[in-house]
């Protein structure tokens, strides 16, 4: 039994859009974790100051989020702009993707709010693990799939150098984990390192 | 009275640019079923986990929704990429279509919160049911009309092909809706058939 | 002093991908006006389906809006399809638009919510009206000024009907204000003519 | 150590979709800083009339962000068009300019509610000053980086008058905290003076 192809009908370009939109809505979104306080919490500007101020570990929160999404938007790109066509497992595994993504709002929310617990932190280290995994498993089957890619696009040591980087990604969150047992409430300052990938990982 | 057509204003690329955006939007606001407990709930650590993991029925609702909107769309997919141009018909089916996409949010709230109960499953079946229904009309409506498909995909086996899909999927919700009358909790798991739809449907 | 071409930098696809975008979600945040009851307010199936029944007028003020938002879009499209290029007035004009556009969701909740009252019918009608207005004010403006026209798009004729279409869109809301004077809930009904706009237009 | 560059990677169109999506998000959410009365609070018209008019501060601060946002976009838009291709530092740049621009509804949102302090005031201001900032540094940082420039929009003349209406927008938020020394309430009005533009910046 031939699975039929869906290459031809469903466009990259689309699956681009339908991205695009997840990740831009997921990354909106977060803001809706710091609340405005009620016009009943707050009587006097010296209230509202103290109110504002004790929102500083959620706006942490929702920095660093926004800061992850990005990372992790940047590497589904790479992804796709490698792709010649995609292939119903591909777009499944994107879609399973982009399903974590649509997680991330609620993980962080939680973390925002009660970070001081380790349940919280684990719960958001675990989001992320899941979904830098899934974009390792994505990037080893593109690489075991070479007809889904663009023929100028398939160069062995760029494919490798970039699965390194994968790998590196997955170990972030794992990291994460590890350093919430220590002191949950600053655990997700470990995804600082991805902006010195570049020390870790050479071509 | 000749109906004056849209298919010059209406250029595809724009219907597709609305449909993938509302597609996003419905994917990531499932999300917001999910409710961060106030701190007024939790009060430690093991309150957390518990309410947390109370929300087990709720995420799986999420899931699978987020996957029924994900088939969904690739069908929206297929049918847009052979239209060659739209008419008024064809668009306000569409519209029809992206609102019932809109609906499942709140179908999917509501399964969630009360999935022991059989009207809720019965509801958020039947949005599915309609949706289905709908794409299962237009793509008939191509058939008949194949000025609107392009020249190399007016292919008769083909769209014969997809018709049966088509009926396949708008099988799957009524499906549903029996299992539903037996076990309602567990009803929206019939929806995993849409993955071996392979096994179902040959050319 | 010459005002400065912004025609050049504001190309029209990022001007369509913004519009796209705000009619997308203002058109899926729709269906936030439909509120899951607290599981506090339901205990029962009976009292489930109770209370999803009473929502019966939310949801037909939530679906007509969804209509008349799409065929704003529509309209939009229009204007956007014969550009040539666009000047800052426009570009203003656009965005006046645009905010109207994201006003719906406030003014369609309210009616849901309060149709009984005069007040809420009328609101939402102005709300058409103004977006209708700008709207038939923008195409004005296009007539006025041909240079933003693209070449193969100038034709009077054309310009003029769709003229008429536009004033046909501001009458409606017009209507919608009469009606609700004498039977505010049903007043949203008036924008089904819409989709009868053929019998009163000809070319 | 060379850092890769991502030029070929992350095409500009990409974040182009990204940008967008987050704009028409962050516009189209600040409507749900308009809170529909509840029925418990509002039995007649009269009741429902003084709550909706009792929010003309929110819905004028609302109106104004929107038109914050929107000549935010455009500004985006204008260093995006001119880019050849993207490095790493730009990348970065555009995302937290992103950051801060999900931050608007919760910073309008603010302020609509406790407009009359000062505090809420200041801190609307300081957003914009920190996004028309970011806004100014990418400018001269593309200035710096004239590979990353199209050839053809390479004309320092022009780079340079962008760079004072860059400045000019800085001035603006600054302003606005002075203002809000004196008469909080008003001091969003200051960011109309975006629409007279030209008349303090010649080229």
């Not at 290459?7 to 939109?21: F, Q």
């Not at 100051?49 to 500083?56: E, L, R, T, Y």
């Not at 660093?64 to 702009?81: E, N």
């Not at 655990?187 to 050479?202: A, D, E, H, P």
């Amino acid at each position: 039994m031939k699975r039929e192809s869906p290459g031809s009908e469903i466009r990259i370009n689309r699956l681009e859009a339908l991205t695009d939109g997840v990740f831009a809505i997921a990354m909106t979104i977060l803001v809706l974790s710091l609340e405005v306080p009620s016009r009943s919490q707050v009587t006097s500007q010296s209230e509202l100051v103290q109110n504002i101020m004790s929102k500083g570990y959620q706006f942490l929160s929702y920095f660093i989020s926004f800061f992850v999404i990005g990372s992790i938007w940047i590497s589904t790109i790479r992804r796709t702009h490698i792709l010649n066509k995609t292939d119903y497992k591909h777009l499944w595994l994107n879609m399973l993707n982009l399903f974590f993504v649509t997680t991330i709002p609620f993980t962080t929310s939680l973390l925002g709010d009660y970070g001081e617990y380790e349940f919280a932190e684990v719960l958001f280290h675990l989001d992320i693990l899941i979904l830098e995994t899934i974009a390792l498993v994505q990037w080893q089957y593109l690489m075991n799939n070479k007809d889904l890619i663009r023929e100028d696009a398939i160069d062995d040591s760029n494919l490798i150098y970039y699965r390194k980087v994968y790998i590196f990604h997955v170990i972030v969150p794992l990291l994460g984990i590890a350093v919430s047992v220590f002191t949950p409430v600053w655990s997700n300052l470990v995804y600082l390192v991805i902006f010195f990938r570049v020390f870790f990982i050479r071509r």
